[in-house]
């Protein structure tokens, strides 16, 4: 009965409060400070000695203009790619240099998506992509080495474009490594990035022509939503292998302590 | 008189119950967006907007029969549909007040802030909707 009536008493209380605190609110008006959103940096490399911020942009205007080269146009998913192989290059980059700013030729990335807009993404990092004579001064190394062991030697944007109809979720594994200490990192993309049906609809709408008008439209919802999250989501979020940022423990006690002055409030009143 | 002011007041907090819980309904329908108006902002989602219908509905039909008590405990019931409905609303932010996002606390605004405008109709309709804890009572004498 008297546990009864304390809970009672509890809501009451807070009741009270969030109805205060909601008219203060109201009548300050106040606003909470901005959030701060996921910021897509830029990958920072030196290139014989001369420090190289590279954008998402520059790399896409590259990608776009090379696959518009070979093949007359660009594969409406193209971003998409683009985008992944960004994140993996600052996410690998961030871990294996651990902040520091690594030298174009100490890069070594190898990639198992035999795809051609994240290749030429890597390409164009590392300086090995084509006509890239007057862009750099140094390379690294880049390598497309498929799941089964076997390297691509032939990593041309149509042969790439022909092997990339087969890929799945699991094919999104870059290995970045630094050439002089040799240590390396594995970004892997988390499966569920990838809605169950991607892989099949991406074959029938991008290489079948067969894709009804539906399909198409879902195709292009999907591969949008993939591309803003690799954009815009946390690292934890869209590769394998990071923790989420526990809690502050302060929240816990902060939660902890408001609990209780309900309840002691409760007694009391 | 008590009761048939009290009639009165439960009708009308009825009626307005059932129209915001319509709004919600329709605002949660395929391609509709939520209103917002001041304060006030009408979430689009079906199945809140279903209950609260359902609540004004329960309230509506109670009201005429307050001082019965199968009256009263319509008017009851619906008001308790009401109450989970806001409670959900209250809990919520209270849990997002204190963490800010991040893994840390919030900052004093933005503690307040969470607290702000706007404001879900059920929001706006519990404490009117406390009342009916008077007229418990006196049925009880």
């Given amino acids: ?269 | 008189m008590k009761f048939k002011l009290g009639s009165a007041y439960f009708a009308i907090l009825g009626v307005i119950t059932l129209a915001f819980g319509g709004l919600e309904v329709v605002t949660g329908l395929p391609g509709i967006e939520g209103l917002s108006t001041g304060a006030l902002e009408i979430p689009p989602d079906l199945w809140r907007g279903i209950i609260i219908f359902f609540a004004g509905a329960f309230i509506t039909a109670g009201a005429f029969k307050l001082r019965d008590i199968h009256g009263l405990g319509m008017s009851t019931f619906g008001s308790i549909m009401l109450w989970i409905i806001a409670g959900c609303d209250i809990f919520t932010r209270i849990m997002e007040s204190i963490p800010n996002g991040a893994g840390g606390l919030n900052s004093l605004e933005g503690f307040l802030a969470t607290y702000g405008p706007p404001y879900s109709p059920a929001l706006f309709l519990l404490p009117f909707s406390l009342v009916i804890f008077y007229f418990i009572k006196e049925v009880e004498k």
């Avoid at chain 1, 790439?160 to 490594?177: G, M, P, Q, R, V």
Wanted: glycine share 8%; aromatic share 10%; proline share 3%.
């Fill in chain 1, 1 to 269: 009965m008297k546990v009864g009536k304390i809970g009672i008493k509890a809501l009451v209380l807070v009741l009270i409060m969030f109805y205060a605190l909601a008219a203060i609110a109201w009548v300050t008006g106040v606003e909470a400070p901005e959030e701060e959103e996921f910021e897509l940096g830029e990958v920072t490399i030196e290139d014989n000695g001369t420090e190289l911020a590279i954008s998402i942009d520059e790399v896409s205007e590259y990608v776009t203009e090379k696959i518009e080269d070979a093949m007359g146009s660009v594969p409406e998913d193209m971003e998409m790619f683009v985008s992944g192989a960004y994140r993996a290059t600052l996410l690998g980059i961030s871990e294996v240099w651990e902040g520091e700013v690594p030298s174009r030729d100490d890069i070594k990335i190898v990639s198992s998506l035999p795809e051609p807009a994240s290749a030429l993404c890597f390409q164009y990092i590392t300086g090995t992509g084509p006509s890239m004579e007057n862009l750099r001064a140094e390379n690294g190394v880049f390598e497309i080495v498929l799941q089964d062991g076997t390297l691509v030697e032939n990593t041309s944007v149509q042969h790439l474009y022909e092997l990339s109809k087969n890929i799945t979720a699991d094919d999104w594994k870059f290995e970045i490594s630094s050439i002089s200490t040799g240590e390396s990192f594995v970004v892997e993309v988390k499966g569920d990035v990838f809605p169950e049906d991607f892989f099949g609809l991406r074959e029938k709408v991008v290489f079948g022509q067969t894709a009804s008008e539906k399909e198409g439209q879902e195709f292009t919802w999907e591969w949008s939503d993939i591309n803003d999250g690799f954009q815009g989501f946390e690292d934890y979020e869209i590769f394998e292998g990071l923790e989420e940022p526990a809690p502050d423990s302060a929240t816990i006690v902060a939660l902890i302590a408001v609990i209780l002055a309900i309840v002691i409030l409760a007694l009391i009143i």
